[in-house]
């Protein structure tokens, strides 16, 4: 089965084509573009560099969240114009982070820059390239995580940590946590991949988004409104 992955949840782009899950091709940009203008060209120069046309792709896969709110919309939004009848698979954004680790042994934290001191983060334990999620996604502040982090190394597990939320970690703590090369501190499409390949494919009109809290303009609107 080929299967061209998806990601726009952050700052970063990236995809990549698979075939049975070996890595035909992949791509990835942090060029401070939006993602309306970087996203379908990485998309066709991924299948280029493949020699694979986008009728010959099987099954699609994108990160559905969390992250930001319009660059996820643009990911799901391409996809599901791409895909027509053909199977799509959401991937959370925070486990294809995950897969990034999937050859450290310990537990692994990602960490998403969520803006007002908080991140999005879930953690995972990773041991002998098997994933086993600890606890569900969410969005916490960095003080609450830190204090979450501490107890861990405090009792001698090895702690993982990336996403560009890692770098708000106060140093006491960053100084006690293993930071992901640099190469492998964002979502990579092959990780996309990885995780895909753990989940069930939907139709692409159900393929759907999980933001896990408000979008800003949205939570400026209901403070206005409750304070009518």
């Keep these: 089965m080929i299967m061209l992955c998806v990601d726009s949840s952050g700052k970063s782009a990236a995809t990549a084509l698979t075939k049975d899950g070996v890595v035909l091709a992949e ?16 998309v066709a120069q991924t299948l280029e560099k493949a020699g694979v046309s986008i009728d010959e792709v099987d099954a699609f896969a994108v990160t559905n969240g969390p992250g930001s709110f319009t660059g996820l919309r643009i990911g799901c939004a ?43 983060t879930a ?14 996604d969410r969005a916490v502040s960095v003080a609450e995580l830190s ?13 993982i940590v990336l996403g560009d939320g890692a770098y708000l970690l106060p140093p006491q703590t960053a100084q006690r946590v293993c930071l992901m090369e640099k190469d492998k501190l964002l979502v990579l499409g092959q990780s996309v991949a990885l995780a895909a390949g753990h989940l069930q494919p939907v139709s692409a009109e159900k393929l759907g988004l999980c933001y896990l809290r408000l979008s800003q303009a949205e939570r400026e609107k209901k403070m206005k409104i409750g304070g009518k």
């Design 27 to 42: 791509a990835f940009e942090n060029n401070g573009f939006t993602h309306s203008q970087t996203l379908l060209p990485l």
């Design 123 to 136: 953690s995972f334990e990773v041991c002998n390239r098997k994933i086993t999620r600890l606890s569900d």
């Design 147 to 159: 204090t979450e982090i501490e107890a861990l190394c405090g009792q001698g597990k090895q702690v």
């Design 78 to 120: 391409l996809v599901k114009g791409l895909a027509g009848n053909r199977p799509c698979i959401g991937v959370p954004t925070l486990l294809a982070l995950a897969y990034n680790a999937i050859a450290q042994n310990g537990v692994v934290i990602p960490m998403m820059d969520a803006r007002c001191n908080q991140v999005y």
